[in-house]
């Protein structure tokens, strides 16, 4: 180690990139993200735990033409918006990154790379003629970390196979698993956003879905408050998130089933005054028994619904204190087997089932995304939608035992289902995006089945049913 090593080879560039110091350090020394820049890299994860610093590990895959393999590589020196080094070390391959940083001015950084590397066994005989080779990946490389920094790809699209995916149902349904996220990361633009100064309100986020989404964005530098009713939990997750990336979690506990509590919550960050750059509506459950709240209102639709409509409502003076910000609603698949509907939202004794209220309620979600994203666009508020696919979550494992059984080796796991949710939070090109229903970072259509499309009379029908249940836990903005 130390630099010196046998046939070595040694590499060296600099590049300068259009990002603040912060930034360009934040997303490299972040080395789990070299997927995203590196071709040579086909996955790479961190596998220590902690905020990243000296002894981080990484666990890089590396693949050549038909050659595969895992190099561990472990911050030696963390010198934050200067130095970054680490060392690697696999079957084949042994060298250290030494990565410094300059600033040229508030938005422009240098960036220098220097590799030292030393093949072993079988590729050791042949270190001479792969140095070239290795040199052209390493400027390729470096090209596309450039990239990854500046360029702000087009706003995203559906290709015709997306297109088509939908139109014959079943392959649209199968992108729901594992598979379906696999296949569309090979077309995914790096995530080099910095999200310092931003916040984020996210209910729904001590477990599942929400912990994953809360830690994904405290990694980009967000300033993250989770709402949801377990105080415990909440704790747990705050903890967890403020270990792993330096930031701390601010914690609000609220039943978010009672609109009384959601109505305080409101009233709270707007005393407050905080602008609110990003609003997650992701609270959610599926009761398999009906229950009906201490306010008289039937829990999914309570939960799942209202509530947001509330929330998002009331909290619109905040959204508007910024130039941009942005509402991600967190539908479900199951949305899809569902029409919009008026008097089934509240689905009576008789004739309740806990996965169809579910799923109305979560059209009815999708449904005032897009009524949003229309009313709110001269405020440069964009509002759109998404679901996760079928993730391997603690709700589903609980709420869904059966089909849990069945997929549970095609489910995704958190963070795979939080993804897109992610990217939403984060993504520049997304800026001018307002109006959509997302899946794997694609726009997607919010109709699977016949007659489940909802006529814009039923439309604004069920807005104005929306407004007058709200009425009384509205504040006037």
């Known amino acids: 180690m130390g630099g010196v090593f046998l046939n070595q080879l040694h590499f060296k560039k600099s590049i300068i990139v259009k990002r603040s110091l912060a930034e360009a350090f934040h997303y490299i020394s972040h080395f789990e993200n070299c997927d995203q820049w590196d071709s040579s890299v086909k996955e790479s994860r961190k596998i220590s735990s902690g905020r990243v610093g000296v002894g981080t590990r990484f666990e890089i895959i590396f693949g050549f033409g038909p050659f595969m393999g895992p190099i561990l590589y472990e911050v030696k020196k963390y010198d934050e918006n200067n130095h970054l080094w680490l060392y690697g070390k696999g079957s084949s391959y042994e060298g250290e990154d030494k990565i410094s940083f300059l600033k040229i001015d508030e938005s422009s950084t240098q960036i220098n ?5 030393e093949f072993k066994g079988f590729f050791k005989v ?33 290709t015709f196979l997306d297109s088509m995916k939908d139109a014959l149902i079943l392959p649209s349904i199968l992108n729901f698993t594992k598979r379906g996220h696999k296949t569309g990361k090979k077309r995914w633009n790096p995530i080099s956003t910095y999200l310092g100064g931003k916040k984020v309100l996210l209910t729904g986020g001590n477990s599942g879905l929400g912990r994953a989404t809360a830690l994904g964005l405290a990694k980009l530098g967000a300033d993250v408050t989770i709402v949801s009713r377990n105080e415990k939990k909440n704790s747990e997750t705050a903890f967890l ?5 330096g930031h701390r979690v601010q914690v609000e506990t609220r039943d978010l089933s009672l609109l009384e509590e959601v109505k305080d919550l409101s009233q709270k960050l707007l005393k407050d005054g905080d602008p609110i750059d990003i609003l997650i509506n992701n609270a959610g459950a599926l009761y398999n028994e009906r229950v009906v709240t201490s306010e008289g209102l039937e829990k999914s639709f309570a939960l799942l619904l209202l509530s947001p409509f509330v929330l998002t409502q009331n909290l ?20 899809y087997t569902q029409g919009l ?21 979560k059209r009815g ?12 666009s001269p405020d440069s508020i964009n509002v759109n939608s998404m679901h996760p696919g079928w993730a391997d979550t603690p709700g589903v494992a609980n709420s869904l035992p059966n089909f849990h059984k069945l997929l549970e080796s095609q489910l995704r796991t958190p963070e795979e289902g939080a993804d897109t949710i992610i990217w939403m939070a984060s993504a520049p090109e997304l800026d001018q995006t307002s109006g959509h229903f997302f899946l794997d970072r694609v726009p997607r259509s919010t ?30 903005s």
């Open 316 to 335: 619109l003076p905040l959204l508007k204190k910024n130039s941009y910000s942005r509402v991600i609603n967190v539908s479900s698949g199951g949305m």
């Open 447 to 476: 109709v699977l089945f016949p007659g489940t499309r909802p006529s814009k009379d039923l439309t604004k029908k069920f807005y104005d049913y929306l407004k007058e249940k709200a009425r009384p836990y509205l504040l006037e």
């Open 341 to 361: 509907k008026l008097k089934g939202l509240e689905m009576r004794e008789e004739n309740y089932n806990g996965s169809v209220a579910y799923a109305r309620a």
């Open 365 to 376: 979600l999708v449904t005032l995304s897009e009524i949003w994203s229309k009313e709110w």
């Open 113 to 117: 790379y220097e590799i030292d590397l």
């Open 126 to 158: 042949f270190s001479n003629s792969l140095k070239d080779f290795i040199f052209r990946f390493g400027d390729r490389a470096l090209e596309d970390l450039k990239r990854a920094l500046e360029v702000v790809p087009p706003g995203p699209k559906a």
């Open 241 to 245: 998130v403020e270990e792993e990336t």
